[in-house]
């Protein structure tokens, strides 16, 4: 069974820098394909980009300016940069797995970043 | 971007329903369509993939068919564990995009 969890500071400050981390248990990052979703309070949900097991990555056109994803595979983590953040960055940020052509099938628990000053 | 559409928004039912909902994508997505359950403070849960396939330990009141553009989710006997917010996602092309989610309450 795989596991991840997110961790972010709760609280950002507007045009600073949103730093999250996602450590995955009971699977690789070396494997498959790693996810950062999110979804603002009381609204959908937006897939904001992955990095694959062989360090390929692949941003939403809406956030491409903004984002920064990356690997850290000694520690099984990855993580989220997003720069420049304002308070429509406010959101629940998960981080989930899939496999090529397949869903997210394993989610973490999700992580309520709040942008205010 | 592929525009994932659903409807209804909201559906009100009552348990023992039969529920269904409707995701349009704007341009062919083949089969390439999951649905998802999300429930108050929690992390969705897959529920159907590849439009039809009814993912490991899901309930078989769950189904969902469909392809090209217009997919449907059904739940043939509503139980009180189901209310909740579904969502559809496609993965047929970059960005993956979701729908805006079905709230289905009593």
Known sequence: QVHLQESAPGLVKPSETLPLICTVSGGSISRDYWSWIRQPPGKGLEWIGFISFSGNINYNPSLKSRVTISSDKSNNQFSLRLTSVTAADTAVYYCARSRAWSPFDFWGQGILVTVSS | ?106
């Open chain 2, 1 to 106: 971007d592929i525009q994932m559409t659903q409807s209804p928004s909201t559906l009100s039912a009552y348990e023992g329903d039969r529920v269904t909902i409707t995701c349009r994508a704007s341009q062919s997505i083949v089969d390439w369509l999951a649905w998802y359950q999300q429930k108050p403070g929690k992390a969705p849960k897959v529920l159907v993939y590849k439009a039809s396939t009814l993912q490991t330990g899901v309930p078989s009141r769950f189904s969902g068919s469909g392809s090209g553009t217009e997919f449907t989710l059904t739940i043939s006997s509503l139980q009180p564990d189901d209310f909740a917010t579904y969502y559809c996602q496609q993965y047929n092309d970059y960005p993956w995009t979701f729908g805006q989610g079905t709230k289905v309450e009593v």
